[in-house]
């Protein structure tokens, strides 16, 4: 039986910045291959791009195609999601990406210059697999001749040993490269089999500073390994390597990535206190009602709620109330935007519909 634990944390609020400039929830896609050309070359449903390999030569791999990626009707709360197959032997390489997120980036408002990653993601089964599954962010990086991208921040799940650790190109005492960080100490941050969770990952692309947030885990580096910074993102990427010795395939399941332009880090709906409006939204994950209540007598005006793919969801209007109760029961599972107006400005957090 699958088991849901998602990541707790107290919600507070922070002046309305936060520009969602990627999303997928799977649900507008049909169940299937997400496409039919596995060289990363012509775009599949949903304009993704896959690109799936059993590696150079000599090697044990041989499941490399199409049905490595998968549209499926088991992802988070029984929607559909995005299900990646790892190779089968000792070499492979899965990625999974969608052109644009430049662009977006690129256009973004002026003073958002963190970028923070956000997805459901379910562990799967118990398996002897040594595949290493994520998202990772990628950047260009003009400082050298000829450029190059950089993994500038990330999560790896190893498969055979239910491991969590970040991923990102940093400053290790002058030796830059790209390191796996441990979120927690040994054996790491050890995450439970067939169980979803969401996490979330942000990166200053003024400072180089990286940040990770999962389970009851917030985490990140001194200033001494931070390095660019690069601030010309280029893509987003679902990711599945096999970097040892393995003969086993391993499937992990993707839900509701959120990618946003913010101006000050708030993942997975935490973030520092606005002492002009400061609300708090509770339960958060719910089912079918979610309160909100003042934290210092602003008054609530209204409500407006935006799913994943920016699109509006719910409007309310409220008489300058200090509690507030919100009916959702209409809107189906996944993770919103609660966009919350009083007479001191308006503030946004996130909450998750179970």
Known sequence: MKKLLLLSLILCSSIVSAQIIQSEDFNGLTIGNIGTDPTGVTAGQGEWLT??????????????????????ASG??????????SSNGNKGNRFMWKDGLDVAWDTRTEGNEIIEVEYDFFT??????????????YATDNSVTPAVT??????VYSMNTRVLQGVAYLNNAGTFGTFLINLAAAPGLVLTADTWYRIGFAYDT??????????????????????????????VDFVSTVPTTNSAVSEVIFDNLVVEATFEEELLGVNTVNEVAAFSVFPNPTTNNFTINSANSSTINGVEMVDINGRTVKSIKFDNL?????????????????????ENGSVTQKIVKQ
Do not use: C, H
Not at 76 to 83: D, Q, V
Not at 323 to 340: C, E, F, H, R, T
């Open 76 to 85: 988070f709360g029984a929607t559909n999601g995005l299900k990646i197959v």
């Open 150 to 155: 950089r993994t500038v921040n990330g999560f």
């Open 322 to 342: 200090t509690s507030a109760d919100v009916n959702i029961a209409d809107l189906s599972q996944g993770v919103y935007m609660v966009k919350i107006s009083s």
């Open 124 to 137: 799967g089964p118990a398996t002897t697999s040594t595949a290493q599954v994520g998202v990772r962010l």
């Open 206 to 235: 003024t400072t180089g500073e990286t940040i990770w947030k999962a389970s009851t885990v917030y985490t990140g580096l001194p200033a001494a390994n931070w390095a660019g910074p690069f601030p010309l993102i280029s893509e």
């Open 51 to 72: 690109f799936t390999s059993n590696g150079a030569d000599p090697t044990t791999g041989t499941n490399a195609g199409n049905s490595n990626f998968q549209v499926v």
